[in-house]
Structure formats: C-alpha cells, structure tokens
C-alpha cells in the first residue's frame, strides 16, 4: 500500500481499535539516479510474507522523509524503515529522535538502495536488500549512538542528529559535488573518491578553534575534520576504523594544512583503509567538540546541514535499531 502524505496519520492509527499502526516504509525512489525505485520494484514483492504489511510511503521533496518518520512515531508505528542512500535514513532519524526523545517505542531499520551506503557497512548489513527484507520479518533489535549537532544556519541555530559522521572542509565540497553530479553518481561509492581527488587540487587550510569535553583544545589550521559515530563515511572510508555506534564516543581526524604531495599520499591510505601516518594529522576521542572559524559548512551524513560555529556531541546508545537475522 502507498499512502500520501496528507493521510499518513490516518492511514497508520486507529485510536478507537486501539491497535499498534503498523510498520512503515519510507521510499525515496530518486536515490542514486532512480536506481533506488527501479530496485524497489523488483523487490517488494517480499513484503506479501510479513504478518503486518508495511505501508510504503515515497518521500517528493527535501526534508519529507523527516515529516513521514515523525508522523509515523506519533501514531504509534513500532518500525520505520528508510528505503533509500544514507540522506533518507537521514531525514528518518530526524523525525523519530524528534518524536521520540531518546526512549524506545518506534525501532529504525534501514534498507540501502542508494549510492554510499556507509550505514549498511557501518551496522554490518548485507548489501542485498532482498536478504534484508527477508531478514527484518522476524529480526533482532539492538542500541546504537547517535550524534548530535548543534550548528549555524542561516543566522539561526540548528539541530541535526547523525548516525555515520560530520566533516568540515574538503568533505562538504565533496558530498556537494556527488549530490549535483548525476554522471558522477553513475560510479557508486567510487563517486566519491573521484569527487575528493578533483577537490583536493582546490583544497585550502582554515585556522579553526577547537575544545572537548575532556579540556582538551586547539587552534588548527586543517583542510580537513572527520568526527564518526560510525566506522564508513564518503563511501566507504574509514578515517578512524576503531568507530562504533556502541562506543559512546565520537572519533576525531584533524587533518593539517599538508602539501599536494601529502594529502594524495594519505589519501591513498585512507583508500586501502589503514591508518594515517603523519604528524600533522591529529586523532582523539571525545564525547563532545565544539568549533569555531570562519564560515564553513558543515556535512552530516553526506548532507550539508549548516556551518561553523558548532558542538557536535553523541547520545549514546539511543535509537532502536531493527536487525535482520
């Protein structure tokens, strides 16, 4: 069933039966180029096995994915599931830690039909969403971090939950340039190593202030800052392969203002995922770090979310995941 958004409450929650709405889907089928609707046709067919049919909802507009997840946690739906590239489960998150305020009555799952899929590699998911849907009818549920940011937007302040990371610096000018570039989005999670080398050759420092939660500070000029709450982002990186959403911690990679030559060597081995090597590259784990410098957007799960000044911090173990077995 495909509902529309003017009758989602309806549609998901009767009060006078007193009956849990059931699960809902949220379909973006504009995820990697159309790819995401063309591999959702091919199979839903295996949601006729579930004792409660979801109800599929697409999302058409920016932000909607956001509006579909709270309605459906307010109804009363004890799973969402986010059919779409890390941007959907995204917007999905928003609404239900929006609803529900870090207490459990509405579980996420996620479905990858898009182009990085650095969540589904992040919770260990098989990348076949056939094995997926088969798996959640009776799947297990786990806890898992979320992160937080709280950040500049438009003269306003803003908060915005995360799951895989945030960068500052290269990597915003990255998800940017995958996000417009349809033939880009052509090559997958390579779209995105193609994406940072073009903008490295344009990468410059900014001076930017930093302090944890632990007292520990700086003033670093770097071209890059990774925070992970997960262990992928860019599609399949691992800046800091020691992340996990069960940690409690957010993982922090301060790269310097590094030399051509520099950068692309390290980005080389960040590429076959191991370890940076090299002094001007600053690791450290935290539970919050706040940032100032000048006017710098800030990405959150591929997204550009708003920019500096920012605290980024992590709820630990505060969403209910469903798991497929």
Same mark, same amino acid.
């Given at each position: 069933? $495909? #509902?529309?958004?003017?009758?989602? /409450? %309806? !549609?998901?929650?009767?009060?006078?039966? @007193?009956?849990?709405?059931?699960?809902?889907?949220?379909?973006?089928?504009?995820?990697?180029?159309?790819?995401?609707?063309?591999?959702?046709?091919?199979?839903?067919?295996?949601?006729?096995?579930?004792?409660?049919?979801?109800?599929?909802?697409?999302?058409?507009?920016?932000?909607?994915?956001?509006?579909?997840?709270?309605?459906?946690?307010?109804?009363?739906?004890?799973?969402?599931?986010?059919?779409?590239?890390?941007?959907?489960?995204?917007?999905?998150?928003?609404?239900?830690?929006?609803?529900?305020?870090?207490?459990?009555?509405?579980?996420?799952?996620?479905?990858?039909?898009?182009?990085?899929?650095?969540?589904?590699?992040?919770?260990?998911?098989?990348?076949?969403?056939?094995?997926?849907?088969?798996?959640?009818?009776?799947?297990?549920?786990?806890?898992?971090?979320?992160? $937080? #940011?709280?950040?500049?937007?438009? /003269? %306003? !302040?803003?908060?915005?939950?995360?799951? @895989?990371?945030?960068?500052?610096?290269?990597?915003?000018?990255?998800?940017?340039?995958?996000?417009?570039?349809?033939?880009?989005?052509?090559?997958?999670?390579?779209?995105?190593?193609?994406?940072?080398?073009?903008?490295?050759?344009?990468?410059?420092?900014?001076?930017?202030?930093?302090?944890?939660?632990?007292?520990?500070?700086?003033?670093?000029?770097?071209?890059?800052?990774?925070?992970?709450?997960?262990?992928?982002?860019?599609?399949?990186?691992?800046?800091?392969?020691?992340?996990?959403?069960?940690?409690?911690?957010?993982?922090?990679?301060?790269?310097?203002?590094?030399?051509?030559?520099?950068?692309?060597?390290?980005?080389?081995?960040?590429?076959?995922?191991?370890?940076?090597?090299?002094?001007?590259?600053?690791?450290?784990?935290?539970?919050?770090?706040?940032?100032?410098?000048?006017?710098?957007?800030?990405?959150?799960?591929?997204?550009?979310?708003?920019?500096?000044?920012?605290?980024?911090?992590?709820?630990?173990?505060?969403?209910?995941?469903?798991?497929?077995?």
């Amino acid at each position: 069933m $495909v #509902a529309k958004n003017d009758s989602i /409450g %309806d !549609k998901l929650s009767d009060p006078e039966k @007193n009956v849990q709405a059931p699960p809902v889907l949220v379909l973006n089928p504009a995820a990697a180029r159309g790819k995401a609707g063309r591999t959702w046709r091919r199979v839903r067919d295996e949601l006729r096995s579930w004792r409660a049919t979801p109800t599929v909802i697409e999302t058409e507009y920016s932000g909607h994915g956001t509006e579909i997840a709270r309605s459906a946690a307010a109804a009363g739906s004890g799973l969402v599931i986010a059919a779409g590239g890390d941007g959907t489960a995204n917007e999905v998150v928003q609404g239900l830690m929006e609803v529900e305020a870090r207490t459990a009555s509405t579980a996420f799952a996620y479905l990858p039909l898009g182009t990085g899929c650095d969540l589904a590699r992040g919770l260990g998911l098989p990348l076949n969403p056939t094995k997926i849907l088969h798996g959640l009818r009776n799947g297990r549920d786990i806890w898992i971090d979320v992160g $937080v #940011a709280d950040i500049s937007a438009g /003269g %306003d !302040k803003v908060r915005r939950y995360f799951l @895989n990371g945030v960068t500052v610096g290269l990597g915003p000018a990255v998800a940017l340039r995958v996000n417009r570039s349809k033939w880009l989005q052509r090559f997958g999670k390579r779209a995105y190593t193609l994406a940072a080398l073009r903008e490295i050759f344009n990468a410059q420092p900014h001076q930017v202030s930093w302090r944890t939660d632990d007292g520990a500070s700086g003033d670093t000029r770097m071209l890059q800052l990774f925070v992970n709450n997960g262990p992928s982002i860019g599609g399949g990186m691992r800046p800091s392969p020691n992340a996990s959403f069960s940690d409690g911690e957010l993982h922090i990679v301060m790269i310097g203002a590094l030399s051509l030559k520099t950068i692309l060597g390290q980005f080389r081995r960040l590429q076959s995922q191991r370890p940076f090597d090299h002094p001007d590259i600053q690791s450290l784990v935290c539970r919050s770090i706040e940032l100032e410098g000048p006017i710098l957007d800030v990405e959150t799960d591929g997204e550009i979310a708003g920019g500096l000044p920012a605290k980024l911090s992590v709820y630990p173990a505060s969403l209910l995941v469903r798991m497929p077995i």
